[in-house]
């Protein structure tokens, strides 16, 4: 992955202030502690990669940060601003949004109703108020274009798409509906070589509008590909925060695995993993 | 490190040739089924069955299972059942009966406290299933017995002891409602036909057929605006959405349960229509009414291209599946065939459509 290096890795400023804080964040359900604290935040123009193996409470942090569970103790704010979901559709409203590892894409559907799907556009007033089929339509067949995604017509179900191109239509979507800050979730891990090129390079292309992308992701290389910043999330905690260049792979990944039991057993494995 | 810059037409996508875009429609399985019974009669058939008053006379029971089949169709689109359509049917004749004759009410606050009640059922149904996450199957087969008694007992105290109400048609009498839900529209413009010599008459002159009776109308009318809604409207993408895939559709910030409440109460609501237009065109109500119809109602959705598992389907391939229905139970007096055929021919039709339908997902979803 020589090439990699074209990303304009740290360009943002750090003095930026955070479009999204995340303050000391607890989630309990029941007597389970799934989150005991974690503080987490992201600036315009960069991308946080947050790191874990599974079971660290990646998947309780996304679902907090996007309105899907509300935080037993800790605060959000948004632009200085302290915020508390109700729903994900508020989150959306703030300008969160999140592509989850199963896209929230319905495969029966067309790509354009999916595009759409919770937004729909309308023409007309009244009774007569009416999707707005052809904009629908256009729209998406613009915008999946300039992803390099050539649809047959935009009526084809998301069910013919390869698992790469649903995750273009999914990040396209949201950043056609004026996302600020972008959560992905593990949006590589079930992707070929080239698919996840193709979705790395366009991480890349719309940090570059200065969205704020948060990058959840198990996988080291794919995280430093494109990272500006690291966060390592264990055992429902951060082990805290790296720019990129202050921390070497190898460091990450022990991080993530908890240190010493992954040291030995990488040891058998001839340092391969 | 990317060229997403790729050829304008990707050279591993074949052409799709027009039969395969057709076959992605859902409503074609039933368009072609009609097709098939159609010939199927004109071959087999008397020749009165497609006179117009043949036509009238199976499009009648076509247009009261249609008005339930739509609201079945709407629903399962959404992924949920309602096996309690049925016996809505008899429980909120049940309650409009009550309403216009042992209170006295005219129509015009009967009609609405019928639809009031029969919507509130259905949004309890749907609230318990959408609370609990249990089948919406389970839910609803409860109340299939649940509205059953409740019509029997109810009818009893109602009418001292019989399961029937009688004297529906005295109660209503000349309400200037009437006309919307019971016998047939368009009386003038028949009789001017028949006087044309342009229908059929008796030999006194008078038209056999004397008008379209209003549930056709319903039932087409019914039709247009479910269609119109599924696929013109942002809420009909949320139908299809809630059904396709129900945490995509809410993480994508559609109203799932607003969506599923609404359509219970639909077909809730579907329900009371047909007890009302029964009610008022016999002039009489009991418990017996739409015994079994929730299957019916389900099976010509599903003939219509609707799958079990939600998502996907439509309203005209329902209307089309409930003309079906109609065709074959009343076309089979018009042959020398034993009428008992018609169970095993829907039976038959209900397999051969869910074979169909499992086919074109399949298709449509790309899955190999």
């Known amino acids: ?273 | 490190m990317v060229d997403v810059a790729q050829a304008d037409q990707d050279e591993r996508l074949k052409k799709e040739s027009f039969g395969t875009r057709l076959l992605r429609r859902p409503e074609l399985g039933a368009m072609a089924g009609l097709v098939l019974v159609t010939a199927f009669f004109l071959y087999t058939a008397d020749s009165a069955m497609f006179t117009l008053s043949g036509i009238i006379n199976f499009m009648t029971p076509a247009a009261q299972l249609g008005i339930l089949a739509i609201g079945a169709a709407m629903l399962m689109i959404g992924g949920e059942f309602d096996l309690s359509i049925g016996s809505m049917v008899a429980f909120a004749g049940l309650i409009f009966g009550a309403c216009v004759v042992t209170m006295g009410l005219p129509l015009v606050i009967a009609i609405p406290i019928t639809l009031v009640v029969a919507g509130a059922i259905g949004a309890f149904n749907g609230s318990v299933v959408l609370k609990t996450g249990l089948p919406s199957f389970i839910v609803t087969l409860a109340f299939l017995f649940i509205l059953r008694g409740a019509s029997l007992v109810g009818l009893k105290l109602a009418s001292d002891g019989s399961t029937q109400l009688r004297g529906v048609r005295e109660a209503v009498g000349n309400d200037w409602l009437a006309p919307l839900f019971a016998g047939d529209a368009f009386g003038p413009l028949f009789l001017w036909l028949g006087e044309r010599g342009w229908i059929e008459t008796f030999n006194n002159g008078t038209p056999k057929v004397t008008g379209i009776p209003v549930e056709i109308l319903w039932f087409i009318a019914l039709t247009a605006v479910a269609t119109y809604v599924l696929l013109r409207t942002p809420f009909g993408n949320w139908i299809f959405a809630a059904g396709g895939d129900r945490n995509a559709a809410s993480n994508s910030g559609v109203p799932v349960r607003r969506v599923k409440i609404s359509l219970f109460m639909f077909a809730a609501c579907c329900g009371a229509l047909v007890a009302i237009i029964t009610v008022m065109d016999t002039g009489s109500t009991d418990a017996r009414r739409g015994f079994m119809k929730e299957f019916e109602a389900i099976i010509a959705a599903v003939i219509g291209g609707c799958l079990l598992t939600g998502g996907y389907g439509s309203a005209i391939g329902a209307f089309f599946g409930a003309i079906i229905f109609g065709m074959v139970t009343i076309g089979l007096t018009y042959t020398n065939f034993d009428q008992d055929w018609f169970q095993v021919f829907l039976g038959g039709m209900l397999l051969i459509a869910v074979l169909f339908n499992n086919y074109i997902r399949k298709r449509v979803t790309g899955e190999r």
């Open chain 1, 1 to 273: 992955m020589a090439q990699d290096t074209s990303f304009h890795h740290g360009d943002a400023p750090a003095d930026v202030a955070p479009i999204l804080e995340m303050r000391d964040i607890e989630k309990h359900f029941g007597n389970i502690i799934a989150l005991a604290g974690v503080s987490f935040d992201v600036r315009p123009g960069e991308c946080h990669c947050l790191l874990g193996d599974n079971g660290a409470g990646k998947s309780t942090f996304i679902k907090t940060m996007s309105g899907v569970h509300k935080p037993t103790i800790g605060t959000i704010t948004i632009g200085g601003k302290p915020m508390n979901f109700a729903s994900p559709r508020e989150a959306m409203e703030a300008g969160i949004a999140t592509v989850f590892q199963d896209l929230a894409m319905i495969p029966l559907m067309s790509v354009s109703r999916n595009f759409f799907m919770g937004r729909e556009p309308t023409t007309g007033s009244g009774p007569f108020k009416r999707l707005d089929v052809d904009r629908m339509n256009d729209i998406t067949m613009t915008h999946m274009r300039e992803m390099g995604i050539n649809l047959r017509a935009p009526d084809q179900a998301v069910g013919t798409l390869s698992g790469g191109e649903r995750q273009t239509v999914a990040i396209a979507r949201a950043v056609y509906f004026g996302a600020k800050v972008l959560i992905l979730d593990e949006p590589t891990s079930a992707l070929g070589v080239r698919q996840t090129s193709n979705v790395l390079a366009t991480i890349d292309r719309v940090r570059k509008q200065g969205v704020g992308v948060v990058f959840i992701s198990h996988n080291v290389r794919h995280a430093l590909a494109v990272g500006d910043r690291f966060t390592v999330l264990n055992r429902g905690k951060t082990l805290g925060t790296a720019a990129r260049g202050e921390i070497s792979p190898d460091e990450l990944q022990d991080m993530m695995a908890g240190g010493q039991e992954m040291a030995q057993l990488e040891g058998s494995l001839g340092g391969t993993v």
